[in-house]
């Protein structure tokens, strides 16, 4: 069983995978517009990914007795500058994720919670790969800026992203 205060900070976490879907997508459609399909397909699994983690922390709190509560999921930015601005926010954003899943994982070890440590262990890692792709990313594309061809050369290898 999980405390009322981990079942409440388990679920806002679940709002920000879900979140972070929707973000994700976003750019993706942004993409998309701009015939940039490899990038765009790289963030559609991104996208899927992070419904898939959003989806492990719905069924821990399920598994544990709590109870998941959905609130309401902000509109993401609907138009972007660039591929840089893109990588860019996303990086940020996995920084941002990471600091979430940090703070779950202080909360559970100041609860004795070993289970919810346990669960948390194992998205920590997976932070890490997280941050470190976009911030390949960001500066493959950096790299890119002066020869354009370059980009397009990124663009159908990131579209090779498997789910």
């Known amino acids: 069983?999980?405390?009322?205060?981990?079942?409440a900070a388990l679920n806002s976490q679940i709002n920000k995978e879900i979140y972070s879907a929707y973000f994700y997508l976003a750019m993706a459609a942004d993409l998309r517009e701009k015939y940039l399909d490899g990038f765009?397909?790289?963030f559609e699994v991104q996208a899927k990914?992070?419904?898939e983690h959003a989806m492990k922390f719905y069924e821990y709190v399920n598994e544990q007795g709590g109870r998941v509560v959905l609130e309401a999921i902000d509109k993401p930015q609907a138009d972007y500058k660039d591929v840089e601005e893109i990588f860019t926010l996303a990086l940020n954003h996995e920084k941002?994720?990471?600091k979430s899943i940090n703070d779950?994982?202080?909360l559970a070890v100041k609860e004795?919670?070993?289970a919810s440590a346990g669960m948390l262990d194992w998205f920590i890692k997976e932070q890490i790969e997280e941050e470190a792709n976009m911030d390949k990313g960001l500066h493959q594309?950096?790299?890119?800026v002066k020869h354009p061809h370059a980009l397009m050369m990124l663009d159908a290898r990131y579209g090779k992203r498997e789910d």
């Open 104 to 106: 779950l994982m202080t």
């Open 1 to 7: 069983m999980i405390s009322k205060k981990m079942e």
């Open 141 to 144: 594309v950096k790299m890119s």
């Open 96 to 98: 941002f994720v990471t």
């Open 49 to 51: 990914e992070e419904m």
């Open 40 to 42: 765009a397909r790289f």
């Open 112 to 114: 004795s919670d070993y």
